[in-house]
């Protein structure tokens, strides 16, 4: 068996795949990247994969960022996953909604990619 040459995978939720390869591209030489474009798929992926971290936007169809963070961090397969917001819902009461959902962090779009990259290397750091 090969072993990966990434200790981490960082899945990315976002029905906009211009913000997933900007993203990616920001994380792609230090992390093995996984991506979903909808919540659905997204709650699979993160079952079948652990992934060290997931970026997930608020704003999708069918089912929301906060949706999907509700889910995960309510299944004991995936409670554990740290969840990062990256959203362009910039209001106090939608910051609050997620991180009592359980994420870690919430950045705003647009972002900083070097701020991006950097808080994810923070709460990975630990492994």
């Known amino acids: 068996m090969q072993e990966t040459p990434f200790k981490h995978q960082v899945l990315i939720v976002d029905d906009d795949t211009i913000n997933i390869k900007l993203i990616g591209n920001v ?13 659905f798929d997204a709650l699979k992926i993160a079952k079948a994969n652990q992934p060290s971290l997931i970026l997930l936007d608020v704003i999708m169809p069918e089912m929301n960022g906060f949706e999907v963070c509700e ?3 309510s299944d004991p397969e995936t409670h554990r996953i740290p969840i990062i917001f990256v959203t362009a819902e910039n209001l106090p009461k939608d910051r609050f909604q997620g991180l009592g959902l359980g994420a870690i962090d919430y950045i705003t779009k647009p972002f900083n990619p070097e701020d991006l990259s950097i808080k994810v290397f923070k709460y990975l750091a630990h492994d």
């Not at 994380?27 to 919540?39: D, Q, S």
């Open 27 to 39: 994380l792609r030489e230090k992390f093995k990247i996984l991506f979903a474009t909808n919540g």
């Open 71 to 73: 889910k995960l961090k």
